[in-house]
């Protein structure tokens, strides 16, 4: 078995999507805990020199360096078979599912969180009214991608809906409620044995 590091924070929804889907593969793996609040400069040299905006989250296997998310849960799904990486139907569902929440989910919301954070200090006129309109269409295609599955991937969890996930574990902190469909789905997100709080994916050392 290789040695997986992932380095992340429990603010970081993108840290948590990758930390789900090592839970979710029981794929056994360090985690270091990386300040995303302090200057990056203070973050330890290791990192830094591993991940290049000195972001998280970062996954080491066995010493090499996987960053962004949707680039890492691909590597995840594909070395291990795992989340939809054991077949190819599997693998083509969860990169588009991945493409989708980059673009669409994991752009609104997670700024939306941010804007609460800071009060909406640097956010220009009718940015957050625009940023509002996209989650609300959003929420008409989460429907149509799920469809009447209980998960993205079917029966069971994979990395689309790790990618889902991450973000919209906060969308009462975003100031914004969930359809229906998509409390149902985020109630049986909750239920997983493999699911933590995010400080329970991150402890701070
Ligand atoms: N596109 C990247 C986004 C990663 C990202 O934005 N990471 C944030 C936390 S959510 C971070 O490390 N921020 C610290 C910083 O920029 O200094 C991904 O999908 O992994």
């Given at each position: 078995m290789p040695q997986l590091t992932l380095f992340g924070h429990p603010d970081s929804g993108h840290a948590c999507k990758v930390a789900l889907a090592l839970s979710l593969a029981g794929l056994e793996h360090e985690t270091i805990w990386i300040d995303?609040?302090?200057?990056?400069?203070?973050?330890p040299a290791a990192f830094r020199a591993a991940s290049p905006f000195a972001e998280v989250p970062l996954l080491q296997i066995d010493g090499t360096a996987f960053t962004q998310s949707g680039a890492i849960l691909l590597e995840i799904a594909t070395r291990f078979q795992c989340l939809g990486g054991e077949t190819a139907d599997g693998l083509r569902r969860g990169r588009e599912l991945l493409m989708w929440e980059a673009n669409r989910i994991g752009m609104c919301v997670p700024q939306l969180k941010e804007a609460r954070r800071v009060n909406g200090?640097?956010?220009?006129?009718?940015a957050l009214e625009w940023l509002g309109m996209r989650y609300a269409s959003d929420c008409e295609r989460f429907a149509i991608l799920l469809?009447?599955?209980?998960?993205f991937h079917g029966d069971q969890p994979g990395i689309g809906d790790c990618a889902i996930w991450g973000y919209t574990q906060w969308l009462s902190e975003a100031g914004l409620s969930p359809t229906s469909i998509m409390k149902e789905w985020l109630d049986r997100m909750r239920a997983l044995d493999a699911m933590k709080s995010p400080h329970a994916f991150f402890p701070k050392a």
């Open positions: 995303i609040w302090a200057d990056p400069a203070t973050r200090d640097g956010f220009p006129d009718g469809g009447d599955g209980a998960f």
